[in-house]
């Protein structure tokens, strides 16, 4: 039996306290898996991973801007998967965001493990942001509170992302954690919110975790955690 492995560069939690220089290249992590998401050297702008390729979301002006990302860029924190769908089916007409998320839930075994989500449809809405380079120092929870936001209508693309278990918060955001791609790749960004009109879902089995430091940064090496603190600024950015 194939095993799927979760590949996991980095913690959230590292990223919130203001560990923002990469120190993992995107060749690197595109080794790892074909699906997901992170964000890019001193967080500017959000990662999305989708069949296998890298693209940043940039906010700037009254469009995102979504590029191809070359293989030696560094990550501070992503996460991927070679997805593989478990459960895969067809959404005939319109839902919320919350409304299509309960229903791809009630298709999980348990709620403790974690699931990889591809979404690929038309969608009435979208609202997307992303994070604004920053230098390490400020933290996450204040950066993201001057982050810029867009959403558009009607447009077709793909949202890829990972459910993470309550037990794992801090390690990654518990619950969904979702960045979208257009098709013509103008617009993107991390998910805030959508109303899908159609599409088709895959949720895929995620059988283990690979999580791997950044052991050669001794920023990290020597940095001071305050773990309730970091759960505080997740919930406020996330």
Do not use: C
Not at 43 to 60: F, R
Not at 89 to 95: A, K, L, W
């Amino acid at each position: 039996m194939e095993i799927n492995t979760l590949f996991q560069y980095n913690t959230l939690g590292a990223l919130m306290a203001g560990l923002y220089g990469g120190s993992l290249t995107v060749g690197e992590l595109l080794e790892h898996g074909d699906l997901g998401l992170g964000t890019l050297d001193s967080i500017d702008g959000e990662l999305i991973v989708l069949d296998g390729k890298a693209y940043q979301a940039k906010g700037s002006g009254d469009q995102p801007e979504v590029v191809e990302v070359a293989d030696e860029m560094k990550v501070p924190y992503a996460a991927v998967i070679h997805h593989q769908a478990e459960v895969i089916f067809r959404q005939r007409f319109p839902m919320t965001a919350e409304e299509l998320q309960k229903r791809i839930e009630s298709y999980y075994d348990g709620e403790n493990l974690f699931r990889s989500i591809k979404i690929v449809g038309d969608f009435t809405k979208m609202r997307v942001r992303m994070i604004p380079k920053s230098t390490s120092g400020e933290k996450f929870a204040d950066v993201a509170t001057h982050q810029p936001e867009y959403s558009t209508d009607n447009i077709s693309g793909t949202i890829v992302g990972i459910w993470t278990p309550e037990i794992f918060h801090g390690v990654s955001v518990a619950g969904y954690h979702l960045h979208f791609i257009s098709d013509d790749h103008s617009f993107g960004g991390h998910v805030m919110d959508y109303v899908i009109d159609h599409g088709i879902i895959e949720v895929g089995a995620v059988d283990q975790l690979d999580q791997r430091f950044p052991v050669q940064d001794r920023q990290y090496l020597f940095a001071k955690f305050n773990a309730q603190e970091i759960r505080k600024d997740i919930e406020k950015s996330e």
